[in-house]
């Protein structure tokens, strides 16, 4: 009953957005974020300790947003768990009623605040892509039957503007081949080279939600050049952002203009407002999504 | 070969004052650590000044062929057994291969003299990288001869991860990306990349690892025979 695949199914522009857990206990915080969101978004990702930082499992913290009355994307990535750990958690969310999955590699853990842990990275992407299919098809990744199999809806990451292009796609299309039927994207810098790129994507049978990163200040725009290798965010969107008076107003603008190029030439748009979550509301009624 | 470092030197006198030591026989490897230029002679001749320095006797220093090679060892301890005896223990500087090897050959408390850290390729002298991870079930065959167990920092059979930028590897930020330069390879080759490589065995890797040609001989000698009996019967 995965209102995203639905959606998707039937050829409607989607619009995801995303929370993180607690770095703790209390999910009061990610809640009122998801009370915020909700109503704007047809599914919202929940991150899996993100930045390789430690916070609470995205398989909780799914089923909380479940719970709260909202569709979930379990994010699940390769760096923290074995393939028993992995098969065994989607399993799980399967049983708690969690069918939309994102599969990602994480990142590695001397970039966050562990950095003396053990990156497990047991399976890649790809591979884990290929177990969950698995599942969906009632067998566990020996090929031995499941008592009770599962029925995800199974995404992965691409970064269609990274270079050296052609690389880059063999290896979106390689997830493709193992299970993947939605992409949700790093954050598009270049339209037009972005729907040139995913075309192609989509041409292979995938969904491509396009990730829509709210650049909300110079210091965001400094921190994602410097810190985040592999979101470079070129001058000229730089320059518009800190030489504007209101330098967040500049961006929710950016970023609904960028919704509505994308329109015409993805599936959907996965919106990343980094805390600001009025921004996306901004922006999803900014395009005329609401 | 196995790339050493020195060990923290306030570690290794931690060693010695742990178990009250005044008096200490230093060995090398005439193998890797000389090579690596951690346990040779002059490191030797250098540790030796370093704990006089800091009040300690030496009673001598060895460098045998081959520091992890048990038969070698024993026969190098052998002939210094006068100056081990007057030790109160034993420092080596080698891998922990060699410090074992060392520590089974002798009755004297074996100490560590230097930290192990891996399999190293020597780039050119005293540059060494770590390019193979001895894991027991290679992919060098699917990978173009880059080994991305060990070049990719996240050790991914399939990549590139979505960090990377502009070919370039997003945690070593210096570096290409190793699955770029493996796919640049093979496509520079005519070669055509698998569609997923496979998870990997670990079994092919527990621990800890032992390996006899003896047994395998043995084990192959038999076998010739069941067949030639079998065939008679």
């Known amino acids: 009953m995965s209102k995203l695949r639905d959606a998707l199914d039937v050829g409607q522009f989607v619009v995801t957005g995303e929370v993180a857990p607690p770095h703790g206990t209390d999910l009061g915080a990610m809640l009122a974020s998801v009370d915020r969101i909700a109503p704007y978004c047809h599914a919202i990702n929940v991150t899996d300790n993100q930045g390789a930082t430690l916070h609470l499992s995205s398989l909780a913290a799914s089923r909380a947003v479940l719970e709260a009355g909202s569709e979930p994307i379990f994010q699940q990535t390769c760096r923290d768990r074995n393939r028993l750990a992995l098969q065994s958690d989607l399993l799980a969310a399967w049983t708690l009623g969690l069918e939309n999955v994102l599969i990602v590699t994480g990142d590695d853990p001397r970039g966050g605040d562990h950095p003396k842990a053990k990156g497990v990275f047991d399976l890649d992407s790809t591979q884990l892509l290929e177990v969950a299919r698995g599942l969906n098809e009632g067998v566990d990744m020996n090929g031995a039957p499941l008592d009770g199999g599962c029925d995800f809806l199974l995404g992965a990451a691409a970064f269609p503007e990274a270079e ?8 979106a299309l390689q997830k493709i081949e193992a299970g993947a039927r939605f992409f949700q994207t790093q954050a598009v810098m270049d339209v037009d080279v972005f729907a040139e ?16 990163l709210l650049l909300k200040s110079a210091r965001v725009i400094r921190f994602i050049n410097e810190r985040l290798a592999g979101l470079m965010v070129p001058e000229h969107l730089a320059k ?18 960028q919704v509505v190029a994308l329109r015409d030439v993805v599936d959907g748009v996965h919106i990343m407002p980094l805390g600001a979550d009025e921004a996306l509301v901004s922006i999803v009624e900014g395009a005329g999504l609401a | 070969m196995i790339i050493t470092k020195p060990r923290d030197f306030s570690r290794i006198i931690a060693n010695l004052e742990g178990i009250g030591a005044k008096r200490v026989f230093l060995m090398g490897c005439g193998q890797c650590a000389t090579v690596a230029k951690t346990g040779g002679e002059p490191e030797l001749e250098a540790m030796a000044a370093q704990l006089r320095d800091a009040g300690y006797e030496v009673t001598g220093w060895a460098v ?3 520091a992890c090679h048990l038969g070698g060892t024993k026969l190098e301890t052998r002939k210094r057994v006068g100056d081990i005896a007057a030790a109160d223990a034993v420092l080596v500087l080698s891998c922990g291969a060699g410090v074992q090897t060392v520590a089974d050959s002798v009755d004297r408390p074996v100490f560590p003299g230097l930290e192990s850290v ?3 390729n020597v780039i050119r002298a005293g540059v060494f990288e ?5 894991c027991g079930d290679c992919v060098l065959d699917l990978t173009a001869g880059i080994c991305p167990v060990t070049t990719c920092p996240k050790g991914l059979l399939n990549g590139p991860c979505g960090g990377m930028w502009d070919g370039m590897c997003e945690v070593l ?7 770029v330069r493996i796919r640049r390879r093979l496509a520079e080759q005519g070669r055509v990349a ?18 006899s040609l003896r047994e395998e001989r043995r084990r192959d000698a038999r076998k010739r025979h069941d067949v030639t009996q079998g065939g008679r019967s």
């Open chain 2, 64 to 66: 045998g062929e081959v």
């Open chain 2, 130 to 134: 770590e390019r193979c991870q001895t």
């Open chain 1, 240 to 257: 518009r952002i800190t030489e504007s008076p209101n330098p967040l107003e500049e961006a929710v603008e950016l970023a609904t203009e």
């Open chain 2, 194 to 211: 698998a569609k997923v490589v496979p998870p990997k065995d670990f079994s092919a890797k527990l621990k800890p690892g032992s390996l």
């Open chain 1, 164 to 171: 050296p292009s052609d690389i880059q796609l063999e290896r």
């Open chain 2, 173 to 179: 930020t210096d570096r290409e990306c190793a699955h």
């Open chain 2, 118 to 120: 891996f399999l190293g």
């Open chain 1, 197 to 212: 790129r995913a075309a192609v994507l989509r041409e292979a049978g995938a969904k491509v939600i396009a990730g829509v």
